[in-house]
């Protein structure tokens, strides 16, 4: 339960990161960037944290 808790909250930390983002953008640029490139960014951010945290462990 732990680790869904743990997963969720670094779902949510990084689709605040990537809406803090968007929102620093021009008004143009941001009305320019449709909706799936967003999610897209969230979960390349995702899959890159977890590879990163899984290359650390050892078996």
């Known amino acids: 339960m732990e680790r869904l808790f743990r997963a969720a909250g670094r779902c ?3 689709f605040l990161l990537v809406l803090g983002l ?3 953008l021009p008004p143009a640029v941001r ?3 449709p909706d799936g490139v967003i999610g897209g960014a969230v979960a ?3 899959w890159v944290l977890g590879a990163r945290r899984m290359a ?3 078996r």
């Open 22 to 24: 968007v929102a620093l």
């Open 56 to 58: 650390g462990r050892s």
């Open 31 to 33: 009305a320019a960037v």
């Open 12 to 14: 949510a930390l990084a």
């Open 44 to 46: 390349v951010l995702m």
